[in-house]
């Protein structure tokens, strides 16, 4: 009997084997098998890391709503409470004075409790401080709500950015560091559809609700800590090693990169370490030149943020329009939301920009935009006020203003503050940028309505265009490009003599962000 032969029919009606072809496919399987793995944990990474970066953000809707919600409120409050304008513009700027009392706290608390725990605190101060002010009798009990609530908004502020610049991976960093911005943003629509929504109640009550609703997004801070893990940055600094290695490695997509992002992070624990240990405070007071020009690009581009008039364009809205024409309480309010909707859907187009784009194109076209509708809201009101046109435009020009902030101004401010510093000094020189960003605020807000009855609505604006363009210089001339590098490697940007290597630092840095962008 003669069997068919192996490879060929041979007449027996079954197919032809090969071994190997056989060996191949199952490779081809093993093969196809990592590649599933991979792809999962990848998918898995990016979940994980962008839900911490929403949790760390829910502070900064406390933020916002505040800033959205006050400008509606504080018509019924004077009314209930019989405050004066005075008291209208320290109620309302206090807030930005006194978080800067909470952002000076968070500095130096975050590095001793840890980033995660300092964003519980901010929460449960501000919550103390909402409550208050929700059943205040008088303009003084208002205050002291006011006061916590300022402290629990400065921690909070200062916080967030930092904390989720340190767990993002590189090539997501911008867009996930935008986030706080978002969540401002958000804050600050949902305080204008409050003060419509609860403005046809009685005087002593809508304002009382206005406020009170505040506490709710805090409430979730609490379900937020059992999701979010611990920087793991500050854990190194601590010499948890092992906790901040498990942390990268669900925040990471490969394993080299989570062995490399430690590497880097121990090597700059080290350098802090082993140099001459000196009070962070005191190297701040008298920094070397490279921390100088961090200092300088950090705190600078905080306050003009905020000189520009950002805050007097959104706590005063109201105001502005009605210098516009419009009287109608209701009919303001319900523009202030548009105000609100425009100023939320550009930040979330910055949001995808970001890292793509860059932060310094995206600050070229903010800064520029902001200076031609501040100037053209300016014209608008000092010449065509009190008719349609003056109304349409006015409001085109204010909702172009917040649009061209949240493209750049809003988010880029946060994302650089949080990068440019070396680790030992993160924390707290983050936090004396978010005081300089809330003194600015702060001025701005309590001084709007005084200098505005001086020199004209119209001039205030007008002097707020001319600090615009100022901040176009201050980009061009001192602020980096930080996109596609990670936390150590722009640290290297500022120290001295890096410019000799910037073209082979750069290379490197292009070839991984190309690498990563790919796989995200």
């Known amino acids: 009997m003669t069997l068919p032969a192996v490879g060929n029919d041979g007449g027996s009606g079954f197919p032809a084997v090969s071994v190997g072809n056989k060996r191949n496919k199952y490779q081809r399987m093993d093969s196809d098998a990592e590649v599933t793995r991979e792809d ?132 997501a960093r911008g867009f996930l560091t935008s986030f706080p911005e978002i969540f401002i943003n958000l804050g600050i629509l949902l305080g204008y559809v409050s003060n419509y929504a609860f403005s046809g109640l009685s005087v002593h009550i809508s304002w009382r609700i206005m406020l009170a609703v505040g506490i709710l997004p805090s409430v979730f801070i609490g379900f937020a800590l059992c999701v979010i893990p611990e920087s793991p940055r500050w854990l190194v600094l601590k010499g948890q090693v092992d906790r901040a290695r498990e942390v990268l490695m669900k925040t990471n997509e490969r394993d080299d990169e989570v062995e490399e992002r430690l590497a880097e992070i121990q090597l700059a624990a080290a350098k802090t370490e082993g140099g001459e240990e000196r009070p962070v405070w005191r190297e701040l007071l008298s920094p070397s030149p490279a921390v100088r020009k961090m200092l300088i690009v950090g705190f600078g581009i905080q306050c003009f943020q905020q000189i520009t008039g950002i805050d007097a364009t959104v706590y005063y809205s109201p105001e502005i329009l009605k210098e516009a024409g419009i009287q109608d309480e209701t009919k303001l309010l319900a523009a202030t939301v548009a105000v609100g909707i425009t100023k939320t859907l550009f930040i979330l187009f910055a949001t995808f920009m970001i890292d793509s ?116 210089i201050f980009v061009y001339m001192l602020v980096p490009e930080t996109s596609g590098k990670s936390l150590e490697q722009i640290e290297l940007m500022f120290q001295d003599g890096i410019e000799r290597k910037g073209g082979e630092v750069e290379l490197g840095d292009a070839e991984r962000l190309v690498r990563k962008d790919q796989e995200f």
């Not at 979940?47 to 829910?58: I, N």
């Not at 995660?116 to 205050?143: C, D, H, N, R, Y």
């Open 357 to 472: 784009v860059g932060r310094k194109p995206l600050l070229y076209v903010s800064t520029i935009g902001m200076t031609l509708c501040l100037f053209s809201l300016s014209f608008t009101l000092t010449f065509l006020g009190q008719g349609t046109l003056g109304i349409a435009l006015a409001l085109l020009f204010v909702c172009g203003n917040v649009a061209f902030f949240s493209i750049g101004m809003g988010p880029v401010c946060w994302v650089l503050t949080s990068e440019i510093f070396p680790l030992r000094l993160r924390a707290q020189a983050s936090a004396l940028g978010a005081v300089g960003n809330r003194v600015c605020s702060g001025i701005v807000a309590m001084s709007f309505l005084s200098v505005s009855r001086a020199i004209t609505v119209g001039g205030t604006f007008f002097v707020f265009s001319l600090v615009s363009a100022l901040s176009v």
């Open 40 to 171: 999962h944990h990848r998918s898995r990474s990016r979940k994980y890391v962008m839900a911490c970066a929403f949790f760390a953000s829910l502070n900064n809707v406390l933020l916002g709503y505040d800033v959205g919600v006050m400008s509606g409120a504080v018509l019924f409050i004077q009314q209930d409470l019989n405050i004066t304008e005075v008291q209208t513009e320290v109620l309302i700027g206090s807030l930005s004075i006194i978080s800067l009392f909470g952002s000076l706290a968070g500095g130096r608390t975050s590095d001793s409790i840890g980033r995660k725990w300092t964003m519980a605190l901010a929460a449960l101060v501000f919550q103390t401080g909402a409550a208050i002010m929700a059943v205040a009798p008088s303009f003084e009990v208002l205050m002291i709500g006011r006061t916590f609530a300022g402290i629990g908004i400065g921690l909070g502020v200062m916080i967030a950015p930092v904390y989720i610049a340190e767990i993002s991976p590189t090539v």
